[in-house]
């Protein structure tokens, strides 16, 4: 009987020649990345361990970002505990290096890893074909004590790609395509398998923002086989030297799969999510002239250089609507920096916008740009929940950056080919 | 016996715990703030010994062990729903909050009802009404029964 890719990788990380879907087996992880969201948490409980102890330091990556730059004194007293502790550790810690999904791309993900993140979206890491997936704190601190856990193989669903997406149509309108017609839980426990000739035409930005989405049909990892995108990927952060040919998977062609949905890539149109749920999607066009006080260009799903190129490109020579906030956030240093030498933030500057360092900003919803009570947000971030960018009483619409861009221009929810 | 708070379906973690407390130093600087966008009156009339009930596909969202974390500190027997979210469920597990599958019960009760919930049975009571719940998979049972997964831990140190 043919794997999956997951199936692949759970044998590999459990020493295993084969296994299935439904199995439970002691894994090894490879990296285990926490981020400022939980990590003072898990060092109280590791100082109330009995024995506590670390079972492999290298494997352990620490990222402050979700309130960065610090907002307040009592975060101020959490980031200090998560920093003392890494340091004394010697756990490798970043802060200002961007969004820990971006840096751990950049940086860390290699092909085939089995890797935990005290973070949803760790399911990203698919897309450099590792098996990513989200924990909480105490899976976490067991992990990383004892170098191991416990994993159930997930069932996959494939999605077969064929052709191009069209002209002002993107990766994040695709996800939420698939999202919107399996529903919030329709992959709740599965992984997200995705192939056919059609991903070849689907750059690492949106194949990145594709799997970092995945969470939100509940799935517990995504995963796409690695090519020559991918590869370029690495060897463009001075990483190729770095692959594991043998840990080089895909799937086999006998493989089981729990369901296979084919998606025509033409088909797909501009999409947005309305509040307050990621699967309450829509044509963007059935929702253009919803006005809107705040626009979002950023986070672990959009804010790659290739999307500011999209954003820039759209607001070049224009200006962000009257009252109306444009946060521009790129999700890394290294985006930063190559955004700001492609003279990306100059544009987005001149144009009204403004741009902030790399953090999760306002997809998180307590640090920057929180939005009050009756407030409007059209966002690349990850999720529309109620409340998710601030009031309780506010609202959260989901787009592309093209999208998003484009209503920062007319200060209401409107596609690239209306401004 | 303990008392029903009953919520709908895809309840996400950013409900049960905002963002803006996750941050703060403990849980239970955190604790009143639990539903804070759904009841804003959930925390102060929540009981020790009462029950979080909801339909499908509870807990859903990002992977905060909070969410779990603040529902028992405020004394919240279990939580019983027609489907979980995968990364909740697991969590509760391990922090030792029972979670329970019945895909009966929601659409048979009210907010404010009293119910029990009798775990080696694996049977819900409402009034002269019985549920059956669907058992844990024996390798969360046995760490839920240890106390959570760090007494787990401890135990095996």
């Not at chain 1, 991903?199 to 995963?223: F, H, P, Q, W, Y």
């Not at chain 1, 999209?310 to 070049?316: D, L, N, Y």
């Not at chain 2, 029903?4 to 407390?21: G, L, N």
Request: aromatic content about 6%.
């Amino acid at each position: 009987m043919g794997m999956t890719i997951a199936e692949k990788i759970i044998a590999r990380a459990a020493g295993k020649e084969t296994v299935k879907a439904g199995d439970i087996h002691t894994v090894t992880l490879d990296l285990l990345m926490s981020n400022d969201g939980t990590s003072h948490l898990t060092v109280d409980k590791y100082n109330a361990l009995k024995n506590p102890r670390i079972a492999d330091v290298n494997k352990l990556v620490w990222i402050v970002d979700h309130n960065l730059p610090c907002d307040s004194v009592k975060t101020a007293a959490s980031h200090k505990k998560m920093r003392d502790f890494a340091i004394e550790k010697g756990i490798r810690f970043y802060e200002g290096e961007g969004v820990c999904h971006q840096v751990m791309l950049e940086k860390h993900v290699l092909p085939g890893q089995l890797i935990f993140g005290a973070d949803s979206h760790t399911c990203a890491y698919g897309a450099l074909g590792a098996f990513g997936t989200g924990v909480g704190n105490t899976d976490y601190l067991y992990a990383m004590v004892t170098g191991t856990s416990w994993v159930l193989v997930p069932e996959t669903i494939r999605i077969n790609l064929t052709g191009n997406l069209p002209k002002g149509v993107y990766a994040r309108d695709l996800i939420l395509t698939i999202i919107g017609k399996i529903s919030a839980n329709g992959a709740n426990y599965k992984a997200m398998e995705f192939g056919g000739e059609g991903l070849k035409n689907i750059d690492m930005a949106g194949r990145i923002s594709i799997c970092n989405l995945c969470v939100e049909a509940g799935a517990k990892t995504a995963l796409m086989a690695v090519d020559d995108v991918a590869r370029a990927f690495l060897k463009d952060n001075n990483r190729d030297g770095d692959i594991v040919e043998s840990d080089v998977f895909d799937a086999d062609s006998d493989a089981t799969y729990a369901q296979v949905i084919d998606i025509d890539l033409s088909t797909v149109k501009p999409i947005v999510a309305k509040p307050h749920f990621v699967d309450n999607v829509c044509d963007a066009k059935d929702v253009a002239g919803i006005k809107i006080d705040e626009a979002f260009l950023g986070s672990c799903n959009n804010g790659r250089i290739e999307d500011l190129r999209v954003g820039a490109a759209i607001i070049k020579g224009k200006k962000v609507a009257p009252n109306v906030r444009f946060l521009v956030v790129p999700a890394s240093r290294t985006v930063y920096e190559q955004a700001l030498s492609e003279g990306l933030l100059a544009t987005f500057m001149e144009a009204g916008a403004i741009v902030m360092n790399p953090n999760c900003s306002v997809c998180w919803g307590a640090c920057q740009g929180v939005i009050g009570e009756g407030e409007t947000l059209i966002s690349t971030g990850t999720r529309n929940f109620k409340g998710r960018a601030g009031h309780r009483e506010s609202f959260v619409y989901l787009a592309s950056a093209a999208t998003v861009t484009a209503s920062a221009i007319k200060g209401e929810i409107a596609t690239e080919d209306m401004v | 016996m303990g008392k029903i708070f009953r919520f709908y379906k895809d309840v996400d973690t950013d409900q049960i715990i905002a963002s803006q407390y996750l941050l703060f130093p403990t849980i239970d600087e955190m604790k009143e703030h639990t539903f804070e966008s759904l009841d804003p009156e959930f925390a102060t009339s929540v009981k020790p010994g009462d029950y979080v009930v909801a339909d499908e596909n509870f807990g859903c969202g990002s992977s905060r062990e909070q969410a779990p974390s603040v529902l028992k500190a405020l004394g919240v027997k279990a939580v019983v729903a027609k489907s979980f979210a995968r990364i909740f469920y697991r969590n509760s597990i391990n922090i030792g909050l029972p979670v329970i599958i019945c895909k009966d019960l929601y659409d048979n009760v009210n907010a404010g009802d009293e119910m029990e919930l009798n775990m080696e049975q694996g049977t819900i009571t409402v009034g002269d009404k019985t549920f059956t719940c669907t058992s844990l998979p024996e390798n969360l049972q046995k760490i839920l029964d240890q106390g959570g997964l760090i007494a787990s831990l401890n135990k095996e140190d």
